[in-house]
């Protein structure tokens, strides 16, 4: 049962472009999306989160967008760099406060 | 650096064998997560721990166990090992209840 999906296994832009990464999901009782990156090697870490009354939060060049209504977020990075070539995972978290479903993740790269 | 510390980075051993993965929490954080990530998957949830108390079960096979000490460090206790338990296994910590996890940089196990 894949309650977070991250359909784009691989995502390619230009420096200084928008990257959109998207995530869908089916679990209606998230109370939180979560985005984190994650560097080969690396722990995942915790880049930015949106909690389920809103429809938009941002944070510097990041920018997490929710639609309940279609069960979708989705992440922009605008403007990109090189830097920022990573995998980027989205997750839910339940109710309880206690568990993050992860999508499968989806590899980001900026080429310069 | 996330400030969770895992250990060992790797760990090679047998079909059949027992392994214990090692974490300590970042420092004042009282919950502790366990999660696999499989060639190819998303993070998978495993268990979580509350200042030594189990908080939230997820996916986690029978011959696996854990627990969170006094000193809040914990341990994944890995039992009759198969191949396809071979994975990444990732601990975090939290101090917060909104899913920003702090991950480490995993125990990559491989069974042969």
């Known amino acids: 049962d894949q309650q977070v999906k991250q359909n784009s296994p691989s995502l390619s832009v230009q420096e200084g472009r928008i990257s959109i990464l998207n995530c869908d999901y089916t679990?209606?009782?998230?109370?939180?999306f979560l985005w984190y990156k994650k560097y080969p090697a690396e722990g995942p870490t915790f880049l930015i989160s949106i909690s389920s009354i809103k429809d938009k939060n941002e944070d510097g060049r990041f920018t997490v967008f929710l639609n309940k209504s279609a069960k979708h977020l989705s992440l922009h990075i605008v403007p990109s760099q090189p830097g920022d070539s990573a995998v980027y995972f989205c997750?839910?978290?339940?109710?309880?406060?206690?568990?993050?479903?992860f999508g499968e993740g989806t590899q980001l790269t900026v080429n310069p | 650096d996330s400030g969770v510390t895992q250990t060992p980075k790797h760990l090679i051993t047998a079909t059949g064998q027992r392994v214990t993965l090692r974490c300590s929490p970042r420092s004042g954080d009282l919950s502790v997560y366990w999660y696999q990530q499989s060639l190819d998957q998303g993070l998978q949830f495993l268990i979580q721990y509350y200042n030594g108390e189990e908080r939230a079960k997820g996916n986690i096979l029978e011959r696996f166990s854990a627990q969170q000490f006094p000193d809040l460090h914990s341990e994944l206790n890995l039992s009759s090992l198969e191949l396809g338990d071979s994975a990444l296994y990732f601990c975090a910590s939290s101090a917060s209840t909104e899913g920003s996890l702090h991950f480490g940089n995993g125990t990559r196990l491989t069974v042969t």
């Open positions: 679990n209606s009782m998230f109370d939180y």
């Open positions: 997750a839910g978290l339940d109710s309880s406060g206690s568990r993050l479903t």
